[in-house]
């Protein structure tokens, strides 16, 4: 069965062509135990709550890559992970649990992408970059080769990651700060 599960509209009620089969409450019901469920959530940290709270019911998440990305034989895409049109995900890149590449973003070699993070459409990163659990980098941004985007940072688009970037920091600009 097809079908939304939002604890904000109505059950019947038509989201892009997909109706609402109901709440929380619905996929915690003993018939659906085993649902599979598809994030479609762009907030990081409601994210992980979501997805928690559909595992605790029963469910399991499901990993979407969309059929024009391009993920390497060696990259590792977790559990609920969702992959967009035009993503690159280069050799030895890992996508871990929950987190969102977007349209055309570029992942090279050997970057990490923490559990429900964000890399927005066009954003770039160098080689053996990380972007730790719950941050996001903005629409267009750059992360050169080696550097580190803190758990729960942001960096705003357009910027240019230079150097490490704290957990928690909002940053913008090029360089960014």
Known sequence: MLGSVDDGRPKGEIVLGIPVLGGLAWLSMPEHHGARVALGIGG????ERIADACKKAGASLVTAI???AVVSRSAVIE???VVMALAAINPDARIERGAIVNTAAIIEHDCVIGAF???SPNAAMGG??????RAHLGV?????????????AVVGGGA???????????VKGVPAR
């Open 79 to 81: 559990e609920g992970a």
């Open 140 to 152: 267009g941004a750059s992360m050169l080769p080696g550097t580190t985007l803190g758990e729960g």
């Open 66 to 68: 969309h059929p024009r």
């Open 160 to 170: 240019l990651v230079a150097r490490d970037i704290p957990a928690g920091s909002i």
């Open 44 to 47: 990081n940290v409601p994210r």
């Open 128 to 133: 053996s970059c990380r972007v730790q659990a």
């Open 117 to 119: 993070a964000h890399v």
